[in-house]
């Protein structure tokens, strides 16, 4: 229910990296969520053209990487995947509630486009006489 | 001259004397704009992280234990608080109270009408307390005559939701959830990303249980399967049991 606030955050901090590089826009957005992370994707998506229209990344791609949550099993020595958030190990059935991810609410990426005037590689040596 | 920038560098085009583009005069447009690949990795509630951190070092200098106490609405987070309130412990407690609700005061004048010191925190639309709410309280209850340092429990009673609290860290010692012996057995496994955050998990109104016809050991499983990490602790908030129990596990 807080996705709103999550995506304004997400502009924020998206709007501070592309000036930071002199970007002219923001063409694409990359969050990584945990499934655990108490956050809807499609009320993100929602959000997401709520709050980034009319800005420098109007019409970005936006895409979101759902991590799976993962427990450490201790008796096994290994991580396993929480099934429908049970922290059962499927191998010895022992109990974990030692999470070692799926919490995760990151904004993982951007691709920005630069105006090719500053744009490092746009220096091109001089054509051989 | 070097036919790039009018530099003055002698000898055959060369890329080694326009170190990192220093040069003043404008570069050349290919015509192509680039596209930069940003790698980032921010966490999104870094700025709640950070303020929740420095909750934490404010608690451990004035030596509170610091609950936060979540669940849905109506499973008796208030009704566990008036009756924390007017127990009487053998080694009697100073506590106090923030309750977080969306609108009203209603819970803390109900918590003050108990005996209990306590601050509301209005959160208007806020689904959830965050970590600089938290703060605020805090500085509204000093301000009241109730200095940290001379409490030994302070109770965080969170919005009713079992969704979002859960994604903000408050600063707090414990997370306590509630499941309420009406809501249903399986509550845990509806709502995994709450309750496996949960140090300590009470199942409320067990003076009701016979009436909801209420499955412990159902719910004991549940709990078991979601949460193995959290103490479980059976309550009546109405009848005072378990209290002493509770208190045992949060101080």
């Known amino acids: 229910m807080h996705e709103l606030a999550l995506m304004e955050s997400v502009a924020e901090l998206a709007l501070a990296a592309a000036q930071q590089r002199g970007a002219e826009a923001i063409t694409a957005i990359h969050l990584r969520i945990g499934s655990l992370a108490g956050v809807e994707p499609a ?37 396993f995947a929480l099934e429908a958030g049970l922290g059962l190990c499927p191998r010895c059935g022992a109990a974990s509630a030692e999470l070692r991810q799926g919490r995760e609410l990151e904004l993982a990426s951007l691709e920005l486009r630069l105006p090719d005037a500053v744009a490092p590689l746009a220096y091109a040596p001089a054509e051989a006489p | 001259m070097c036919r790039d920038c009018a530099c003055g560098h002698q000898g055959p085009p060369d890329r080694a004397h326009h170190p990192a583009l220093l040069h003043q005069a404008p570069l050349k447009r290919t015509g192509v704009a680039a596209t930069l690949q940003v790698p980032l990795g921010l966490r999104l509630l ?23 106490i979540l669940s849905s609405p109506g499973s008796g987070k208030t009704a566990l608080l008036e009756a924390l309130a007017r127990h009487r412990p053998a080694r009697p407690l100073a506590m106090a109270a923030l309750v977080g609700d969306l609108a009203t005061d209603h819970d803390a004048a109900r918590l003050r009408a ?91 109104k067990t003076d009701l249980a016979a009436a ?40």
């Not at chain 1, 109007?58 to 993962?70: K, Q, S």
């Not at chain 2, 950070?50 to 404010?58: F, K, L, M, T």
């Not at chain 2, 994604?167 to 509806?190: Q, T």
């Not at chain 2, 949460?227 to 208190?247: H, K």
Request: glycine letters at 10%.
């Open chain 1, 43 to 79: 009320a993100l998506r929602f959000a997401a053209r709520v709050v980034l229209r009319g800005g420098l990344a109007d019409g970005a791609r936006f895409t979101i990487e759902t991590v799976p949550a993962l427990a450490w099993c201790a008796p096994c020595g290994e991580l």
């Open chain 2, 46 to 68: 870094e700025q709640n992280d950070h303020q929740a951190q420095a909750n934490r070092q404010r608690f451990e200098a004035a030596g509170v234990t610091v609950v936060n």
């Open chain 2, 114 to 204: 108990a005996g209990l010191e306590a601050v509301a925190i209005t959160t208007g639309q806020a689904c959830h307390l965050d970590a600089a709410m938290v703060a605020r309280g805090v500085e509204a209850l000093e301000a009241g005559g109730r200095p940290l340092a001379a409490l030994d429990l302070l109770l965080i009673e969170n919005v009713g939701n079992l969704v979002c609290p859960a994604a903000y860290d408050l600063g707090e010692h414990r997370r306590l959830v509630l499941l309420a012996v009406g809501e249903g057995e399986d509550k845990p496994l509806k709502y995994p990303a709450t309750f496996i955050s949960a140090d300590v998990v009470v199942i409320s």
């Open chain 2, 212 to 251: 909801v016809g209420f499955e412990r050991e159902r719910a004991l499983a549940h709990l078991g399967a979601v949460a193995p990490g959290a103490a479980v602790v059976e309550v009546s908030a109405r009848r005072g049991a378990g209290l002493d129990d509770l208190l045992g596990l949060l101080c």
